[in-house]
């Protein structure tokens, strides 16, 4: 029988580091695009995600998805791996010369995700300040 399709979301905080540096420029270019958030000891931010799946209400349960599922699915994928983390230092995508920027942060978040929540996901958006806003659906051009 066809089912009514939700969104629902959960919001998660996170505090980590990073710094804006591309290894294979030198110092001068990474100075010269980068700017403050090129400093050599990096600065942190308190970075908001929010993760959205959508799908059909299933009959039995009333449910688009668990939220103690979709819960343990941030905890997974988003606070063990970044949370109070150099995100440059300790996340191993990262450490090989991926920027960390907001962009790139927000298509880790989606990938890591993707192990929990398979089709459901729909949306990551993360405020890496109140004012600095980016979201992903898992376009690739
Ligand atoms: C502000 C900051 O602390 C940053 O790290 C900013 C600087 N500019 C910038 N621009 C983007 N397109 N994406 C970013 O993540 C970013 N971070
Ligand atoms: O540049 P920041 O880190 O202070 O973050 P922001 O949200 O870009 O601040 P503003 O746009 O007010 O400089
Ligand atoms: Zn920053």
């Not at 939220?67 to 949370?83: G, H, Q, R, S, Y």
């Not at 890591?112 to 729909?122: A, C, D, G, I, V």
């Amino acid at each position: 029988m066809k089912q009514p399709v939700l969104t629902m979301t959960r919001r998660e905080t996170f505090s980590a580091s990073h710094r804006l540096h591309n290894p294979t420029l030198s110092d001068e270019e990474n100075a010269r695009i980068f700017g403050k958030c090129n400093s050599p000891n990096g600065h942190g931010h308190n970075y908001v995600v929010e993760v959205t799946v959508k799908g059909p209400v299933d009959e039995k349960t009333g449910m688009v998805m668990d939220l103690v599922e979709l819960k343990k699915a941030v905890e997974e994928a988003i606070m063990k791996p970044l949370d109070h983390k150099n995100i440059d230092k300790d996340v191993e995508y990262f450490r090989n010369g991926v920027v960390s920027t907001t962009e790139n942060v927000t298509v880790f978040i989606w990938n890591q995700l993707k192990n929990y929540t398979k089709e459901l996901l729909h949306e990551v958006k993360v405020f890496e300040t109140e004012k600095n806003i980016f979201s992903y659906r898992g376009d690739i051009l």
